[in-house]
């Protein structure tokens, strides 16, 4: 397993007069599903960025395995950590197996093509997620909840230790939004290490171990989502009114119905 470290990390965009990320330190347990859950833009988005090394922030150190991320080079780092965006533009009508055969190229070499052992492992993982049916089917044509699979699909195909996930259910209904929290929760009981950013406390409730609160660039609280899911704090977190029940042990979270009374209503 991959163990990943904050340390102090403070990221501000250029432009900007304020700290997107205030000094962040935390550690993602290792083979656990950790959720960062806040408020659109809180920095979720920014720290997972800084943990890829897509950015780089002007202070602190993400430590890979004890070593700093700025010692492994591209393709080693995409041999221990994948990365699922919120939105992958296509310029190319790949089909699915193709397109998961480009989650293998940090195995390959530089003038290599995938090999009959690739495409058995694609398979194995289309299988698995129950895709198959969708092998030669063209990306452009699934449907949304489809679309969504697929380039988590593809982050299996490198066989990382570690995944990170940016809004994995963002825009999908509630169908297909279960079908995805299953994967990545399979993915964490498979030993992954898994990190997902979400605003929706209840999403963090269900799969998440971990749950790692950040507001405003700094992190507020970190535990297990019984801890940290509570009235008080989403409130203070959120600015409204929350009730919260426990189902099957769980915390789950409900709109105050006072947020809607007729005071409130337009008219």
Same mark, same amino acid.
């Given at each position: 397993?991959?163990? *990943?470290?904050? %340390? ?6 250029? !432009? /900007? @007069?304020?700290?997107? &990320?205030? +000094? ?100 194995? *993982?289309?299988? %698995? ?6 092998? !030669? /089917? @063209?990306?452009?044509? &699934?449907? +949304? ?123």
């Amino acid at each position: 397993m991959v163990k *990943i470290c904050v %340390e102090k990390v403070r990221y501000r965009y250029p !432009h /900007r @007069e304020c700290d997107v &990320l205030k +000094g962040v330190s935390l550690e993602l347990p290792e083979g656990k599903a950790t959720a960062l859950l806040g408020p659109n833009g809180s920095g979720k988005t920014t720290l997972l960025k800084v943990l890829l090394k897509i950015l780089a922030p002007q202070e602190g150190t993400v430590y890979v395995d004890g070593e700093d991320v700025n010692e492994f080079s591209r393709d080693d780092l995409s041999k221990l950590i994948a990365w699922v965006p919120q939105e992958e533009a296509l310029s190319f009508s790949y089909t699915v197996i193709e397109y998961l055969l480009l989650g293998r190229a940090p195995h390959l070499g530089f003038f290599s093509l995938p090999t009959k052992k690739d495409e058995t492992k694609i398979i194995e *993982i289309l299988s %698995e997620l129950g895709m198959l049916h969708l092998s !030669h /089917r @063209e990306i452009l044509s &699934l449907s +949304g909840g489809e679309k969504r699979l697929v380039p988590i699909a593809r982050t299996l195909a490198q066989e990382p230790g570690v995944l990170l996930l940016d809004e994995p259910t963002a825009h999908l209904d509630l169908g297909n939004k279960a079908k995805v929290l299953g994967v990545i929760k399979g993915m964490a009981n498979s030993g992954k290490t898994v990190c997902f950013s979400t605003h929706d406390p209840n999403e963090a409730s269900l799969i998440a171990d971990n749950v790692v609160v950040i507001n405003g660039g700094d992190i507020v609280s970190c535990g297990a989502p019984i801890e940290v899911i509570t009235k008080d704090f989403l409130k203070t977190i959120y600015g409204t009114g929350v009730t919260v029940i426990k189902v099957h042990g769980k915390p789950m979270v409900e709109l105050a119905s006072d947020n809607f009374s007729k005071t409130n209503r337009y008219t």
